[in-house]
């Protein structure tokens, strides 16, 4: 996610697709260049993308950290952002592409579900929500955009199942923003607070340890019911996740969970 000025949307790179315009395209094995989008990536990966992807790898938070990202800060941002490690080989490969194409391709991460469209979270300060905008950018290279197949931005997010990516993503555009501010101090983003917020965020089996068998039920109030959702939902356990980050840090308040 990188900030950008509203006043410069029609500039950026691609085409912006705005509510109920549509664009042409289609993905299939036949093209000469499929699969090539799936190597050298600059991939951010978002908190509900790794949740998704080591359920689907059958491995823990700890193990997928440790093996697939690589955590980077970039300039004038105070929380570090995580991207897919690619392949150790000649063309830089998706770790996860192989023979037969994408291995996770039902749990793939957000931004490759969302492909040809790049996403933006605009933040409507009036109204204290967070939107999407939508821009159409294929790579050059890309014979899926010379397709006949017509799309609007929702059709082509129903298509690809990725509503609840989606959703999530601005929910998660909505904390990370807050961090365009220094809420450390001399502790700076990589201490003792700074690695809870990352663990809330990209951790989610760190982090249900630590809700669960931690005094965190005894200094916070969370419902009953969503008690029990949480031992047992990773996506509710995420929620309560960036909740928290937003209460603890920023002061934020919420609505499902308050100090006692």
């Given amino acids: 996610m990188k900030k950008t000025d509203i006043s410069r949307l029609d500039t950026l790179p691609g085409k912006r697709i705005k509510p109920g315009e549509t664009f ?35 491995i823990s938070s700890d193990q997928f950290l440790d093996t697939y990202v690589d955590v980077v800060l970039r300039k004038d941002n105070y929380l570090p952002d995580v991207l897919l490690k690619m392949a150790d080989n000649q063309e830089k490969t998706c770790p996860f592409l192989d023979a037969d194409g994408c291995r996770v391709y039902p749990d793939r991460p957000d931004t490759c579900r969302t492909f040809p469209i790049e996403q933006g979270a605009f933040f409507d300060a009036a109204k204290n929500k967070t939107r999407l905008v939508h821009f159409f950018r294929p790579p050059d290279f890309c014979l899926g955009q010379h397709q006949k197949k017509t ?82 939902s990773d996506t509710e356990l995420l929620k309560l996740g960036f909740e928290w980050i937003k209460l603890m840090i920023w002061g934020k308040q919420s609505r499902i969970i308050q100090f006692f």
């Fill in 24 to 58: 042409k395209f289609q993905c299939h094995e036949k093209l000469s260049c499929y699969n090539l989008c799936c190597r050298n990536l600059n991939l951010f990966l978002y908190p509900y993308d790794i949740l998704r992807l080591k359920k689907q790898l059958k």
């Fill in 151 to 232: 799309w609007t931005t929702n059709s082509w997010s129903m298509d690809q199942n990725a509503a609840l990516y989606n959703q999530m993503t601005v929910r998660w555009a909505e904390v990370k923003r807050l961090f365009e501010s220094d809420p450390w101090g001399k502790e700076g983003p990589y201490g003792s607070k700074g690695k809870m917020v990352f663990m809330a965020a990209y951790n989610i089996d760190g982090f249900r340890e630590f809700v669960l068998h931690s005094t965190f039920l005894t200094r916070f109030k969370i419902k009953t019911a969503l008690i029990k959702k949480i031992k047992t």
